[in-house]
């Protein structure tokens, strides 16, 4: 694994995880210079499981970030970092309230929803419970109904704007998108969801987003 040069903010992702792509939003729109590192999760077994990414994140996941001879692990704790580092062009409201709501609709899309779909997850359904497709697309989307009807409900609430809080995208966008992508990937119904399909549209017209989507990754195959 390349390393990094001080003061550069090293970012270890793979383009289609969407824990690193919420990573990915964040930088760009804190408007901070990185360097990317490719983990690819499926290649040759996985990247993640070699002894070199071991000694970078033991757990064997995506992101890791590198900042100043520290790693950070875990998108939320990285994204924090980044805000707590970094606190130009903020992605939390200043009002504590406000900041809880804005945290409520991250951490619920990130431990109610990701983790039960993500690929460890499926690849076990599949391997291991030698599950078929059709069971393991019931149970994606089973989660992702389950998540998406709170945050939708929280979305059509007072609070929102063109973005999930406010007219300017920030910590619970960075979350919101990377779950779309997820979803649509999977074939997931979105229609009963309007206002995470407007906020998700509306997002995707920004550079931050769009620079940041898995499509235009360097190790997008």
Same mark, same amino acid.
């Given at each position: 694994?390349?390393?990094?040069?001080?003061?550069?903010?090293?970012?270890?992702?793979?383009?289609?995880?969407?824990?690193?792509?919420?990573?990915?939003?964040?930088?760009?729109?804190?408007?901070?210079?990185?360097?990317?590192?490719?983990?690819?999760?499926?290649?040759?077994?996985?990247?993640?499981?070699?002894?070199?990414?071991?000694?970078?994140?033991?757990?064997?996941?995506?992101?890791?970030?590198?900042?100043?001879?520290?790693?950070?692990?875990?998108?939320?704790?990285?994204?924090?970092?980044?805000?707590?580092?970094?606190?130009?062009?903020?992605?939390?409201?200043?009002?504590?309230?406000?900041?809880?709501?804005?945290?409520?609709?991250?951490?619920?899309?990130?431990?109610?929803?990701?983790? =039960?779909?993500?690929?460890?997850?499926? /690849?076990?359904?599949?391997? +291991?419970?030698?599950?078929? !497709?059709?069971? *393991? #697309? $019931?149970?994606?989307?089973?989660?992702?109904?389950?998540?998406?009807?709170?945050?939708?409900?929280?979305?059509?609430?007072?609070?929102?704007?063109?973005?999930?809080?406010?007219?300017?995208?920030?910590?619970?966008?960075?979350?919101?998108?990377?779950?779309?992508?997820?979803?649509?990937?999977?074939?997931?119904? =979105?229609?009963?969801?309007?206002?995470? /399909?407007?906020?998700?549209? +509306?997002?995707?017209?920004? !550079?931050?987003? *769009? #620079? $940041?989507?898995?499509?235009?990754?360097?190790?997008?195959?």
């Amino acid at each position: 694994m390349a390393g990094e040069q001080a003061g550069q903010v090293l970012l270890y992702s793979y383009w289609r995880s969407s824990s690193a792509y919420r990573v990915r939003i964040a930088l760009n729109l804190k408007g901070i210079s990185y360097q990317q590192n490719s983990v690819h999760l499926v290649r040759d077994g996985g990247e993640q499981n070699r002894p070199d990414y071991r000694e970078v994140n033991p757990l064997g996941l995506v992101p890791a970030l590198v900042h100043d001879g520290q790693t950070i692990v875990q998108s939320m704790a990285i994204i924090e970092y980044l805000e707590e580092v970094f606190p130009e062009r903020p992605l939390l409201p200043a009002d504590f309230v406000e900041r809880s709501r804005v945290r409520s609709i991250a951490q619920s899309i990130c431990s109610e929803i990701q983790p =039960l779909n993500n690929l460890a997850v499926t /690849q076990y359904l599949k391997d +291991r419970m030698q599950q078929p !497709d059709e069971s *393991v #697309r $019931a149970w994606y989307s089973h989660w992702i109904d389950r998540g998406f009807s709170a945050v939708e409900a929280w979305l059509s609430s007072s609070g929102s704007g063109d973005f999930c809080h406010g007219d300017s995208p920030g910590l619970a966008d960075c979350y919101l998108v990377p779950q779309v992508y997820n979803a649509e990937r999977f074939s997931c119904d =979105l229609d009963p969801y309007p206002s995470i /399909q407007r906020i998700t549209a +509306r997002c995707r017209k920004e !550079d931050a987003f *769009v #620079r $940041a989507a898995p499509e235009n990754q360097a190790d997008a195959a």
